[in-house]
């Protein structure tokens, strides 16, 4: 139990037709809620690193963290680098200790795609470090890098075969109509689609954009084959959030304690209910 890699935690989910959630954390606190929510509700978890909060906070820190967290937790909690198009940074959080990678070469052509990808697969199998990748272009804003509607791209299904038998992937994301951030409307997901690559590819399959989606989808996409479901967005409202409202609630509070005890509560709130909602309670 505890450190382990998505491998460990994804082949019984995409088996047994549950989700595990992916949780974008910011620091020590947010990481914290998410694995006293796995604890609390006997669930396997994704801890996710963003880029952006790997180079604030440093690759040492947060493996501390984690190793500490999930070193004495008695669930299976993973560590993983989000959406990363840097092989050099990929390359130094497999040394750090991180227990699973994304490279994420969607927007280059199928073969530089295909080829940057086999290079992360490289360097991560030797460590038993599980490697993620994309193919075709999520909608939205993910650390510095967006993709606006019009660039967005479905993959072709063949090529989403061809692109999974020629390399060793641990889980696939394939493009289906979700957006990272926050939804502007009601989002079209190609259901048909994520059916047709679940099946060809027997692979865990990563849902990216999951703030907002209703219930109904996320458990329509489990269904078909989803096996890890990211949450980011929701996560750094609850982050801001909790702070604020104590603020606003005890104005004479100069505790900080206080306003970092309401933001765990903040951040655990909804990652309990993803928890429960994705199935993966007492899974762990």
Request: include cysteine.
């Amino acid at each position: 139990m505890g450190i382990c890699n998505l491998r460990e935690i994804l082949k019984k989910a995409r088996e047994e037709r549950y989700a595990v959630g992916a949780f974008n954390i910011l620091d020590y606190c947010s990481m914290r809620a998410v694995v006293e929510s796995a604890v609390e509700l006997k669930a396997p978890v994704i801890i996710q690193t963003s880029v952006k909060t790997v180079k604030f906070w440093g690759y040492s820190e947060i493996i501390s963290w984690y190793k500490q967290l999930a070193g004495k937790a008695d669930v299976p909690i993973a560590i993983h680098l989000d959406h990363c198009k840097e092989l050099n940074i990929i390359e130094k959080c497999i040394e750090a200790g991180w227990t699973s990678v994304m490279i994420d070469a969607s927007n280059k052509p199928f073969e530089e795609n295909l080829s940057l990808t086999s290079l992360a697969v490289n360097m991560a199998l030797p460590r038993n470090v599980t490697v993620e990748a994309e193919l075709g272009e999520i909608l939205g804003v993910e650390d510095d890098a967006s993709v606006k509607a019009k660039d967005a791209r479905l993959p072709d299904p063949e090529k989403a075969v061809l692109f999974c038998r020629r390399l060793s992937l641990d889980v696939f994301a394939p493009a289906i109509g979700t957006a990272h951030g926050l939804y502007k409307g009601e989002p079209q997901i190609a259901f048909e689609l994520l059916k047709e690559i679940a099946e060809r590819t027997v692979l865990p399959i990563a849902l990216h954009g999951g703030t907002g989606l209703s219930d109904n989808v996320f458990l329509k996409a489990i269904s078909l084959g989803c096996a890890k479901i990211n949450i980011s967005t929701m996560l750094k409202h609850s982050f801001i959030n909790g702070f604020m409202e104590h603020g606003k609630k005890h104005s004479d509070d100069y505790n900080p304690l206080n306003y970092l005890q309401a933001q765990l509560d903040a951040l655990k709130k909804p990652v309990k209910e993803k928890i429960l909602l994705f199935g993966s309670r007492g899974k762990g």
